[in-house]
């Protein structure tokens, strides 16, 4: 009874400290915003100095997310092309109504306008693109998904034990089943204006739809291994499936540098969040 007593009092005091931490940290935001600016390089550094000694240490450190708290893609997030554009299915005859293509991406421009159609026809991926409804022959951007698998059994213990955390452990298997972006680009005219990350919310919506025919555990990305293309995807929410660029070489025994890496989205986020 005397430790359950000794405990009891701890846990009170405890409250009552991390209760006038909380007030104090409230009055020091609130002073904050009024400092003089003659006095504001000296005195603000003090209170954030204050702050963060008095903020609890539950934040996730800078530059890494937490897993399973990722945002979900709203309607906001998807707001030009759900409100301007409309998707397609990318076909012969949409390519002859519409202007030509281009990306920045010879590769890529090539791929959209030939090589796209023969690949669905041979059932190796389907391309669809978003079309402006102002110009229906002007197509904003475009994107081609096949159906592939996130194979977890030659991975090193500590990456198969991270991808399998997530998992229930009956439901544990060798690979998961994901779809693949395979080819994925934006018309020029419509550059660094958010529509790439548009796009790959709306693949998301797309990949978790109650009436698929199948469900996906997982988007998966053959990356190029530049740094634009591996921080969108980064900033995107994808993960690396190897820690390190010589991790993924040494276990699938290719040559450095690799030409792409490989990433993933688990779509599980868009429920839990």
């Keep these: 009874m005397r430790k359950i007593h000794y405990f009891c009092r701890a846990f009170a005091k405890w409250m009552l400290k991390l209760k006038r931490r909380t007030k104090l940290w409230q009055h020091l935001s609130d002073q904050s915003r009024f400092l003089p600016v003659?006095?504001?390089?000296?005195?603000?550094?003090w209170l954030m100095l204050l702050k963060r000694i008095l903020t609890p240490r539950i934040a996730v450190?800078?530059?890494?997310?937490r897993e399973g708290y990722l945002r979900k893609?709203?309607?906001?997030?998807?707001a030009f092309l759900l409100?301007?554009?409309?998707?397609?299915v990318l076909s012969r005859e949409l390519l002859s109504s519409c202007k030509p293509f281009h990306c920045g991406d010879t590769d890529l421009d090539e791929f959209f306008a030939q090589d796209a159609v023969p690949n669905h026809e041979a059932l190796l991926g389907k391309?669809?693109?978003?079309?402006?409804?102002?110009?229906?022959?002007?197509?904003?951007?475009?994107?081609?998904?096949?159906?592939?698998?996130?194979?977890?059994?030659?991975?090193?213990?500590a990456r198969k034990k991270k991808i399998n955390s997530r998992i229930a452990h009956p439901k544990q298997k060798r690979r998961y089943p994901a779809i693949l972006i395979g080819r994925l680009a934006v018309n020029e005219e419509f550059a660094d204006k958010g529509i790439g990350s548009e796009m790959l919310s709306a693949i998301k919506q797309f990949s978790t739809d109650p009436d698929n025919l199948a469900d996906c555990r997982f988007l998966a990305v053959d990356a190029k291994n530049e740094e634009k293309p591996l921080h969108y995807y980064e900033k995107n929410d994808f993960r690396y499936l190897y820690s390190s660029e010589e991790q993924e070489a040494e276990n699938l025994d290719l040559p450095l540098p690799l030409k792409t890496r490989f990433m993933f989205f688990d779509l599980i986020d868009l429920k839990k969040s």
């Excluded at 450190?61 to 997310?65: D, E, H, I, T, V």
């Design 38 to 45: 003659k006095r504001q390089s000296a005195s603000s550094r």
């Design 61 to 65: 450190s800078p530059g890494r997310k």
């Design 73 to 78: 893609p709203s309607s906001d997030s998807m």
């Design 83 to 88: 409100d301007s554009c409309t998707v397609k």
């Design 127 to 157: 391309s669809y693109c978003f079309v402006l409804d102002a110009d229906p022959a002007t197509i904003v951007c475009a994107f081609t998904l096949s159906s592939d698998s996130v194979h977890v059994d030659h991975l090193p213990n």
